[in-house]
């Protein structure tokens, strides 16, 4: 059974201050592993995939990292308005061209960020 | 900008009684996933459709919840009876074909109140 457990669990930051959250998986056969951000009342909003040990990824103030056991969103001097939750979930298994690929989430990491 | 469309928003309905969501993915989106999401949780996946056929509800609680999409465009998940601890926001998400290297892109969800 997947399994994703991201840390920590709630992070208040003031704003330029960086930091990263982790997310810890256990699959079997990583197929990607996405990040995606939440807004209170909100579907969650696509971020990054990521597919194999050591790539990485960008996008404005976020880098998103990649190893054989885990996953770190680094962000670089936030902002107000990057505080939401983010949410790290895999996709495992064998593709077999249109089966089962529902993605396995963890249970994500509020983050608030203090003017 | 092309979006996944779920209505209602928001949901209040009484123990007992039947609830039903509607959802219309992303156009030439033949995946469609149905996921449940408690306050404070990750989304759960419920349901996988690959056009029109279920690849995935071994998560659905089928003595309750039904879900279908008869002509692989839209889908509309129900509940009957809906009981307490339906209480949730319930989120639909497609993507371009399930399988190798695809990103989900999520609707706005529904938020369920059972009284």
């Known amino acids: 059974e997947d399994q994703v457990t991201q840390s920590p669990e709630a992070l208040r930051l003031q704003e330029g201050e960086s930091s990263s959250l982790n997310c810890s998986y256990t699959?079997?056969?990583?197929?990607?592993l996405f990040w995606y951000r939440q807004d209170p009342g909100k579907g969650p909003e696509f971020l990054f995939t990521?597919?194999?040990a050591g790539e990485e990824k960008e996008k404005e103030r976020l880098k998103a990292t990649l190893t054989k056991k885990e996953s770190f969103l680094h962000i670089t001097a936030p902002k107000p308005e990057d505080s939401a939750t983010y949410l790290c979930a895999v996709q495992g298994g064998v593709y077999s061209g249109g089966g089962a690929d529902g993605l396995t989430f963890g249970k994500g990491t509020h983050l608030i960020i203090q003017p | 900008e092309a979006e996944v469309a779920q209505s209602p928003r928001y949901k209040i309905t009484e123990k007992s009684q039947a609830v039903a969501f509607w959802c219309d993915p992303i156009s030439g989106h033949a995946t469609l996933y149905w996921y449940r999401q408690i306050l404070g949780q990750g989304p759960e996946l419920l349901v996988q459709?690959?056009?029109?056929?279920?690849?995935?509800d071994s998560q659905l609680p089928k003595d309750r919840f039904s879900a279908e999409r008869l002509k692989g465009v839209d889908s509309t998940l129900k509940i009957q009876p809906a009981e307490l601890g339906d209480s949730a926001m319930y989120l639909c998400a497609s993507t371009l074909r399930g399988g190798f290297k695809t990103e989900a892109f999520f609707g706005q969800g529904t938020r369920l109140t059972v009284v």
């Open positions: 990521l597919y194999s």
């Open positions: 699959v079997s056969g990583l197929r990607g």
């Open positions: 459709f690959q056009d029109e056929s279920v690849v995935d």
